[in-house]
């Protein structure tokens, strides 16, 4: 159970990131609800999380989870540059990730 909210918590950090550069400085309150929520339940998530997973993995999971989904999503919806150097360096993130959740 600890592993899912994890990745839940993870992509929750993710839509909090996307949200954060759409408040604009905090300017739009949509955003910003949508910002301070998602915050909260992927920090409380990553907490839950962290009561079973030690926490130099649990956190770099959730990082990593975190930002290979909003680069992804800058790829994606915001046309950020797709090259074979920025999708190598996540693959490479992606296989950190599972390596510690393969040896935890």
Partial sequence: MAWMVLIVAGVLETVWAVALE??????RPLPTAVFAAALALSMGGLAYAMRTIPLGTGYA????????????YGMLALGDAVTV?????????LGGVVGLKVLH
Avoid: E, P, Q, Y
């Fill in 22 to 27: 759409a408040t604009k400085g905090f300017s």
């Fill in 61 to 72: 999971v959730w990082v990593g989870i975190g930002a290979i989904g909003t680069a992804l």
């Fill in 85 to 93: 150097a920025r999708m190598s360096c996540l693959v490479l993130i």
